[in-house]
């Protein structure tokens, strides 16, 4: 979940930036297009590096943690798996409470 809100908030909207500017600037002050496509494609990249960080900082923020490791149990997992056996996949303590 806090992969697609920062790849459909964060990257696609960056992508969309990074190509309008390229198309206007192609346009409208005739740089040769190979000139704007060798700037806009790092530029490209760089809206799913920034969708990434945004991805990490959502997840420090609103994910949840193993309480004795402190790895992320929401970040680059399956939920689905951690609540269907109840223990941490990095440090296979319980993250549940048995009472
Ligand atoms: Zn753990």
Redesign the pocket.
Known sequence: MVFLVAFFGVAVPLLAGVFYVAHWVSTEFAFRREIVFLVATPLACGAFVVGGFTTQMLDRRFGIR?P??G?SLTFRRHPERIVASGH?P??H?SVFNAA
Do not use: K
């Open positions: 193993c004795r490791c790895q941490c990095y440090c303590e």
